[in-house]
């Protein structure tokens, strides 16, 4: 297959376009934005270095998603989803993180390549993102009002620089109907207040009401949802499939195999800074390719207190100061041999649609033993 | 069969410090609102609501760190007076607890061993001779490797910080353990074992569990009997399989609806109104989609056999009344509602 030579390129780089599924290899636009692939990740390594040494966050991390996809990632802390998450924005600090290799390429343009000030261009209309914690995102001293109404100022702004001036009443009236829209009750009163006031589920809605007013085509959202209520966690995930509706992109960050199961169409699985699996949402579930995604699965709680003890692997997710040799699930991992702990398995093409980084698969029928 | 713990028409109430006016005296909320409730001898008793239903504020009032605005409190037989010193440290002689917040529920200048013996110390009833040995059982069965003991909570992931609060909560066995949220800012696989780990560790040291969470995937998993609150007020009690499986309160039923599990591909996309507890009679009555004239006074218990309980109008005088409100029909109580519960098909 033939393929313009982006940074860092190997075999990781054939797989991110198969991973695509059917559409893969057909047409290819002119540069980077191949296969249809809105965002498209190569072989992303990122380091953090810091005086103990150097530690590798992502490696080699290939992922890519179309327009209106829902890509989940999913893996425990320190599997690096949220390192990743930061480094497509250009938001890692530099230092402590290191972009080794690896490229981001959105609508055909390297991200990591950019020049200073061009990345702010992309904020906002291009990729955005949706933190855990809301507190974070929100200006603890504005009220929500003028939050909501900073973001539609620089809407207008952009979308029209001569756009007239909008008075206080009218700005008023639409921000009230963006909360009303998130099913938040009187949002006169909601408006008025500062983001400590609000509840933690209200928080995030006003966060992400703020991040989706200008309507980015790649929304990332890092576990937007934990901690929260099963009741609130639906309005969210509600909101998210809404945006998806409008042909939105969004990348979702998540442990919760659950939330993944209900709106991601691809997941990928991380560990330990790598993509173990990857594939479709319900066949990946069903019928996990690595042992990991089994532990996950089997993290679920299943049936009543009667039930058998989860099936889970024990150990804790990775040190990564500290990593195993070899495949990096090989200490939990109740497959594990000789050549799990000598060499590192690449992700490869396991079944159509399907990839996994296991040595222990069977590419026959797909079964791990 | 006794019950370990019994709580009577347990009422909480906190005073907001900012007057309403000079004239008019702080507003009180109240964060529990006559509970009642009790949990046997080596039970698991699961507490579910939302956000800010008065889960914590239970957990709190069961270890002494909230006194009970009015109702009792009965652990093994004896009435705790919050007054009362004695009482207060026979309370927490029996009772554990273990917090949601692993990073804030350590102290950080203690390294791990040390948080752990002073549990042991505190308790006075173990030789100090054996303490190296209750240490060791106890991180092996919750999962703390030796190499942890001398680090400081600082140095440790979430996971690990929380068990190391399991393990000071069990290092010296209780009667009861609190278990306000233990899971929540777990990992998934991580949350996994620490629910092995319970599951076990109930068997092995014959303890009582008071498990509080609004997970209630977790909390089918690990609980006999269910008890719903909504904003202070129970709603809903009974025997997990029977709340589960045929809930009876319109809130339980919406509640359990919400709940995301791996085979159910469906998500609400609908608007749900905010809940906003009623600030009179039934809490539920101003979201409730049954609400009807009565629900303007607080409803009474109603018994629906076996140990389940709900607190709704809607069963209050038998099934004619439901008939004329246009309850949905998965509502629909009586003794012929034998529906098949979905769990055993699967």
């Known amino acids: 297959m033939a393929i313009d030579d982006v940074d860092g390129t190997d075999d990781r780089q054939t797989l991110a376009q198969e991973v695509g599924g059917p559409a893969s290899g057909v047409t290819r636009l002119a540069e980077g934005g191949r296969d249809g692939n809105l965002l498209d990740i190569n072989d992303l390594t990122v380091d953090f270095v810091s005086v103990d040494g150097k530690v590798r966050i992502l490696n080699g991390v290939s992922l890519n998603a179309k327009k209106g996809e829902v890509v989940g990632i999913v893996g425990e802390s320190g599997s690096g989803k949220t390192t990743l998450g930061l480094a497509i924005l250009g938001l890692l600090d530099s230092p402590p993180a290191e972009i080794v290799r690896g490229s981001v390429m959105f609508e055909g343009r390297n991200l990591l390549k950019l020049k200073p000030g061009e990345m702010e261009k992309i904020h906002g209309t291009g990729i955005n993102m949706v933190f855990q914690e809301p507190l974070d995102s929100l200006n603890p001293v504005y009220t929500v009002e003028t939050q909501i109404d900073e973001a539609l100022k620089v809407q207008r702004k952009r979308a029209d620089s001569t756009a007239m001036q909008v008075t206080d009443e009218e700005s008023k009236s639409v921000i009230a109907d963006l909360l009303r829209n998130l099913c938040i009750d009187k949002p006169e009163e909601v408006m008025e207040r500062y983001p400590h006031e609000l509840s933690g589920g209200m928080r995030q809605r006003v966060a992400i009401s703020i991040s989706t007013i200008e309507k980015p085509r790649v929304m990332i959202s890092d576990e937007p949802t934990t901690g929260l209520d099963a009741y609130v966690q639906n309005r969210i995930l509600g909101m998210f499939s809404a945006q998806r509706k409008s042909g939105a992109t969004l990348l979702y960050i998540t442990h919760d195999l659950t939330i993944a199961s209900q709106i991601c169409d691809r997941i990928y699985i991380m560990y330990a800074g790598r993509v173990m699996e990857a594939g479709d949402t319900a066949s990946v579930l069903q019928n996990p390719l690595h042992p990991y995604t089994s532990t996950l699965v089997a993290s679920v709680p299943q049936g009543f207190e009667d039930a058998p003890p989860l099936a889970v692997q024990l150990g804790e997710p990775p040190d990564l100061r500290n990593l195993p040799g070899g495949c990096k699930f090989n200490p939990r991992c109740p497959y594990a041999t000789d050549i799990c702990k000598r060499e590192e398995p690449k992700l490869e093409h396991i079944l159509s649609g399907r990839y996994a980084a296991c040595w222990r698969v069977d590419k026959a029928n797909g079964k791990f033993s | ?346």
């Not at chain 2, 233990?182 to 109930?202: E, F, G, H, M």
């Not at chain 2, 997970?215 to 008890?227: A, C, F």
């Not at chain 2, 399989?241 to 709940?259: A, C, G, M, R």
């Not at chain 2, 009344?321 to 009586?334: C, D, K, R, W």
């Open chain 2, 1 to 346: 069969m006794g019950n370990l713990v019994e709580i009577e028409n347990l009422t909480v109430s906190f005073r907001s410090k900012r007057r309403a006016s000079l004239f008019r005296s702080a507003p009180s909320l109240k964060a529990l609102d006559d509970v009642s409730l009790t949990i046997g001898e080596n039970e698991t008793f699961g507490l579910t609501g939302e956000t800010g239903s008065g889960k914590s504020t239970l957990a709190k009032v069961l270890v002494g760190l909230y006194r009970p605005t009015s109702g009792s409190v009965k652990i093994l037989g004896r009435k705790i007076d919050y007054k009362n010193r004695k009482d207060i440290a026979f309370l927490r002689r029996n009772v554990g607890i273990v917090f949601q917040d692993p990073v804030r529920s350590l102290n950080p200048s203690l390294t791990v061993k040390e948080v752990i013996t002073e549990a042991l110390l505190a308790s006075k009833s173990i030789p100090k001779k054996d303490y190296d040995e209750r240490i060791d059982f106890i991180t092996k069965l919750v999962g703390v490797t030796r190499d942890l003991l001398p680090r400081r909570p600082g140095a440790l992931s979430g996971g690990q910080r929380q068990r190391i609060s399991l393990a000071r909560a069990l290092v010296v066995p209780k009667k009861l353990l609190v278990l306000d949220e233990p899971t929540s800012a777990l990992d998934v696989s991580i949350q996994a074992q620490v629910l092995n780990t319970l599951k076990k560790l109930k068997s092995e040291l014959d303890t009582s569990y008071l498990f509080i969470t609004h997970d209630i995937n977790v909390i089918k998993y690990v609980s006999h009997r269910l008890g719903v609150l909504f904003y202070g007020r129970l709603v809903e009690i009974g025997d997990t399989l029977t709340v589960d499986t045929e809930p009876k309160h319109p809130y339980t039923q919406s509640l359990i609806s919400h709940v995301l599990t791996l085979k159910k591909a469906w998500l609400q996309e609908t608007v749900i109104s905010e809940h906003r507890p009623a600030p009179s009679g039934c809490r539920y009555r101003i979201v409730c989609p049954a609400a009807f004239d009565r629900c303007g006074a607080v409803p009474s218990w109603v018994d629906l056999g076996g140990g389940h309980l709900v607190s709704c109008f809607l069963y209050d005088h038998g099934p004619n009344i439901q008939s004329q409100v246009g309850l949905p029909t998965e509502a629909a109580v009586g003794e012929g509602d034998l529906r098949v519960p979905p769990h055993e098909t699967s």
